[in-house]
């Protein structure tokens, strides 16, 4: 089929050895823009790995356009160079769930060889790794490290000594925090905002002081509850939006922030 008019391949792809330099092999997900808008994040598998195939983190980087050959019918150039950002043969096997620091880092969740998961960061520059974490691992909830707005600490969910899950943070040099000591534990993917983190807990939509650590309800318990995909913070930090099944269909709702 034919492309449509102004849309262009971000990312250029090369199926056939020798592979080109800045090209990807597979297919990515999760595109996440940098907050200036001009690199995009993104999740990758390897296709032509096929079943061995792990997954990993990279990012398109503008500047430098790429050619490809047509020495397979699904190879295609890109406006933008790819770069894979971690290996996932050694201490990493596997990246995923990777957010933002800024314009120039990203921190994602690597799979350890033993299985449990901790919080790398690496730097665009040079592709500097760093292991942030050194824990029995990170909740098994699927959820995305999230930044403050100063990127001074680094968000993410991980079992307290009772086994309920709570937010913790890390400074990017490792320091670690625990930020939240509720009774229940924290249920959903969350966001970073000037009012404090956004998340759902005991079948509520939650915000927490990023500071002090307390958690007070934004709406009343749900039966059923909020889904655990996530809870959006609006840009101005006024309003939440989530997601609640209603008569079996997913509904998005909005909560003030007061």
Not at 44 to 72: I, M, Q, W
Not at 96 to 108: I, N
Not at 152 to 161: G, K, P, Q, T
Request: glycine share 8%.
């Amino acid at each position: 089929s034919r492309p449509e008019a102004g849309v262009v391949n971000l990312e250029a792809r090369d199926l056939v050895p020798p592979f080109t330099r800045g090209a990807l092999r597979g297919g990515t997900h999760l595109h996440t823009f940098a907050p200036n808008g001009r690199a995009v994040l993104f999740t990758y598998d390897d296709e032509v790995d096929g079943p061995n195939s792990r997954r990993t983190v990279g990012v398109c980087l503008p500047g430098e356009a790429v050619t490809v050959p047509r020495t397979h019918p699904r190879n295609h150039d890109g406006t933008h160079y790819a770069l894979l950002l971690a290996r996932t043969d050694g201490e990493i096997v596997r990246a995923s769930e990777e957010s933002w620091l800024g314009d120039r880092a990203v921190v994602f969740q690597g799979q350890l060889p033993e299985g449990h998961r901790e919080l790398f960061l690496v730097f665009l520059l040079d592709t500097t790794l760093r292991r942030l974490t050194y824990t029995r691992g990170l909740s098994s909830l699927r959820h995305w490290p999230r930044p403050s707005p100063d990127l001074s600490r680094i968000a993410f969910l991980m079992e307290d000594d009772f086994g309920l899950t709570q937010l913790w943070t890390v400074t990017p040099r490792g320091k670690m925090r625990q930020l939240t000591r509720n009774v229940a534990s924290i249920s959903s993917a969350f966001t970073w905002g000037a009012p404090g983190i956004a998340h759902v807990l005991d079948w509520s939509v939650c915000i927490t002081d990023a500071d002090t650590g307390e958690t007070r309800r934004l709406t009343q318990p749900s039966d059923p509850p909020p889904r655990p995909e996530a809870c959006v913070l609006s840009p101005d930090g006024r309003s939440v939006a989530f997601v609640r099944p209603v008569d079996g269909f997913n509904q998005v709702f909005v909560v003030d922030v007061v």
